[in-house]
């Protein structure tokens, strides 16, 4: 058998190559606009923050572009803009968690990914609203609240370290959040729920996930006993929705376990 003939075996009944994840997902650093973010664009630059999260989709296959892409915004912010279908994450943002990532012993979290957690967790939750957006998934609830329940299963779903200190730093953002912060009459009538509800529900899901290695939820975490009991159901009914609604033809498995084997391996997780 000539090596022609066995290049088409092996295609046979094989799905369509995806394209490269660098077309797939683009990633644009602009130029910081003030003076003061140009350390924190030079350092997600260097560390390739944006083409790190761009891998860690390579399993999801959208059917348009999804850009990732770094900028200054005159405030700690990011979101997914579906006319563009851009996920925007601004430097201040960044700039934020790099300053509250110091001396964070409570989560058991380096400074580096204290840091790093929750920017890949806002990543992630922003690419939930442009899934939800670009395959046009039924949303019951608030959508803010879906976003979370997304990022953190993908987290869940990346398995080990990789998702343990993604998620331990979530919660340590959504703590730090509702500590700076006096809750207003605004945060009640906002699209997103309290920081300190998002909190809470991060920890529930991790610990509905797997009681054992999310364990840290109840012990660090504080998760009340009373809602640790329901996060079981409450993991396995964001699963369900999630496999009805969304996995299927967009996830490509065998990218998915070389995702887990990236992420495995990433520094991040060692
Ligand atoms: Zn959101």
């Known amino acids: 058998m000539g090596l022609a003939s066995l290049a088409c075996l092996a295609l046979v009944g094989a799905a369509p190559k995806l394209p490269p994840v660098s077309e797939r997902y683009p990633v644009v650093y602009e ?9 924190v664009a030079a350092r997600m630059k260097e560390k390739r923050a944006l083409e790190t999260t761009a891998e860690m989709l390579a399993f999801l296959k959208l059917p348009r572009k999804l850009t990732l892409k770094a900028a200054s915004c005159g405030e700690a912010n ?15 943002m960044a700039d934020d968690f790099i300053r509250g990532a110091s001396a964070e012993e409570r989560f058991g979290l380096t400074q580096e990914q204290a840091a790093a957690g929750p920017f890949l967790f806002i990543m992630f939750h ?13 949303v019951l609830g608030r959508e803010e609240d879906a976003a979370d329940q997304l990022a953190t299963l993908v987290a869940i779903r990346l398995g080990g370290n990789f998702a343990e200190r993604m998620l331990r730093g979530a919660a340590l953002m959504y703590q730090r959040d509702s500590a700076a912060r006096k809750i207003g009459e605004d945060d009640f009538a906002d699209m997103h729920g309290l920081d300190r509800q998002r909190y809470y529900n991060v920890l529930c899901m991790a610990w509905g996930a797997d009681p054992k290695q999310f364990a840290w939820a109840q012990e660090v975490g504080h998760l ?22 969304i996995t299927g033809k967009n996830v490509d498995q065998a990218a998915a376990v070389r995702v887990k084997e990236k992420a495995a391996k990433s520094k991040f997780a060692r």
């Open 31 to 39: 130029e910081p606009t003030s003076p003061s973010m140009a350390a």
């Open 78 to 92: 990011a979101w997914y803009d579906a006319e563009t279908d851009v996920v925007t994450f601004c430097y201040e």
């Open 126 to 138: 922003e690419t939930a609203h442009a899934i939800f957006a670009i395959l046009d998934v039924p």
């Open 224 to 245: 009340p006993k009373d809602r640790a009991e329901g996060c079981a159901e409450e993991f396995a009914q964001v699963q369900k929705a999630v496999r009805r609604l």
